[in-house]
Nanobody, 124 residues
Framework: QVQLVERGGGLVQPGGSLRLSCPVSGGTFSTYVMGWFRQAPGKEREFVAAISWGGGIVKYTDSVKGRFDISRDNTKNAVYLQMRNLKPEDTAVYYC?????????????????WGQGIQVTVSS
């Protein structure tokens, strides 16, 4: 059974930084495309970032480009999301997700495994 657990959320002031991590147990981590998604109250879950098996291909939604960095460590079976210059509109529950595929997909319905989510609140 594949399990994902998000860590590192919390409250941060606008302009601040947070680093989310998501260790994965079960399955073969190095064969998973990994993604980060978020869901704000009253909104649909949206794509944030995704990374290929080896980390050579990354994709971001436009609103986070230049501020967020996705990375992975296949020796630690974990994916990370470094968030900088956070804005109030980044406030949401953040989810990591995994799928065993070659293509770096960006829609939630393509992902098979999900964490429980973690709250990120950007507020002064």
């Amino acid at each position: 059974q594949v399990q994902l657990v998000e860590r590192g959320g919390g409250l941060v002031q606008p302009g601040g930084s947070l680093r989310l991590s998501c260790p994965v147990s079960g399955g073969t981590f190095s064969t998973y495309v990994m993604g980060w998604f978020r869901q704000a109250p009253g909104k649909e879950r949206e794509f944030v970032a995704a990374i290929s098996w080896g980390g050579g291909i990354v994709k971001y939604t436009d609103s986070v480009k230049g501020r967020f960095d996705i990375s992975r460590d296949n020796t630690k079976n974990a994916v990370y999301l470094q968030m900088r210059n956070l804005k109030p509109e980044d406030t949401a529950v953040y989810y990591c997700a995994a799928v065993n595929t070659r293509q770096v997909v960006i829609t939630p319905d393509k992902y098979d495994y999900w964490g429980q989510g973690i709250q990120v609140t950007v507020s002064s």
